[in-house]
């Protein structure tokens, strides 16, 4: 008679157990909006869920790196454009310069002017974004270019991770850039100051090719700007899929689990009721 008495007891406490963790469970899921909290909820969504969370990360720092970079490469075109408006500017002083018609006074007036757009170039060489440098190579944290136009920067490309395995250069060689530019103002002054329009003409072609440089660095700038645009697009794809396929790992069916909830509470309740009656049953029949 004992020993029934005890399974009876034991299987009642069991099935008690049983009905509070259902019960604790599901309250735990519609408080939280998640089904998976613990490694021990499901050691293989757990797994999933960790990877997918380690994806949206990794995928979110390449978004905002794409992000910064395409600010850097914004600011590096903007300063470019300038250097073609000086250069252009420094063309239209070289044609006036050449004719005949000007005097010795005439030109050094001129040549005057070529100083101050020398100021200006280097003025935006030595561009800073966010407190860096933008045409030091890989040296932002110093000027790169001295007051007389010479380069101290270096020619590294300063390459930024914006996807898996996938760089894109942010640095520039400011000497490659500018370097042709300054030396075409240089001897444009010279000419202006004591040469005949024979020697002012001859400095245009200096200048055009200068001109044409930054062009094609601001090309190879623009397509940088290409590649950074597919890079932070892909990457946002990807944090919208991990994210959309770690809510259906992680996030419970609230609907459906407010249902699971309520019959875990009706079923909790049955359990001590039925267990209070067999116990008092048990207890009955003993003392008879």
């Known amino acids: 008679m004992r020993v029934t008495e005890s399974v009876i007891v034991g299987t009642v406490l069991r099935n008690i157990q049983r009905s509070f963790e259902t019960r604790e469970e599901l309250q735990r899921r519609l408080a939280t909006g998640k089904k998976v909290a613990l490694a021990s909820d499901g050691p293989a969504d757990a797994a999933e869920a960790f990877r997918l969370r380690s994806a949206v990360r990794r995928e979110e720092q390449y978004s905002r790196n794409a992000a910064m970079l395409r600010e850097w490469l914004d600011a590096q075109d903007a300063a470019l454009s300038q250097a073609c408006d000086v250069l252009q500017r420094a063309r239209d002083l070289a044609v006036q310069g050449a004719s005949d018609t000007n005097d010795y006074a005439s030109r050094r007036f001129l040549a005057l002017e070529v100083a101050q757009l020398f100021g200006h170039l280097l003025q935006i060489a030595n561009s800073r ?11 932002t944290e110093e000027a790169p270019f001295l007051p007389d136009g010479t380069y101290v920067g270096n020619a590294d490309r300063l390459e930024r991770e914006v996807g898996f395995n996938l760089t894109v250069p942010a640095g520039l060689d400011g000497g490659a850039v500018f370097g042709p530019a300054f030396a075409a103002l240089v001897s444009l002054r010279a000419a202006l100051e004591s040469g ?5 003409s001859d400095r245009i072609g200096d200048i055009d ?4 440089n930054i062009l094609a660095v601001r ?5 940088r ?4 645009d ?9 944090v919208y899929t991990a994210q959309r396929l770690l809510a259906e790992v992680e996030d419970a069916d609230l609907p459906l689990t407010a249902v699971q ?13 039925a267990g209070a009656y067999l116990v008092r ?3 009955l029949d003993f003392l008879r």
């Open 209 to 212: 090719a200068a001109l044409d």
């Open 196 to 200: 005949s329009g024979s020697d002012i």
């Open 225 to 228: 700007r290409n590649r950074v």
């Open 281 to 283: 049953s048990s207890l």
């Open 261 to 273: 909830l309520s019959a875990a509470e009706a079923g909790y309740q049955f359990a001590l009721k």
């Open 129 to 139: 974004f966010g407190g860096q440098f933008l045409f030091g190579g890989s040296r």
């Open 230 to 238: 597919d890079a932070g697009r892909l990457a946002d794809e990807k």
């Open 219 to 223: 090309a190879e700038v623009g397509a």
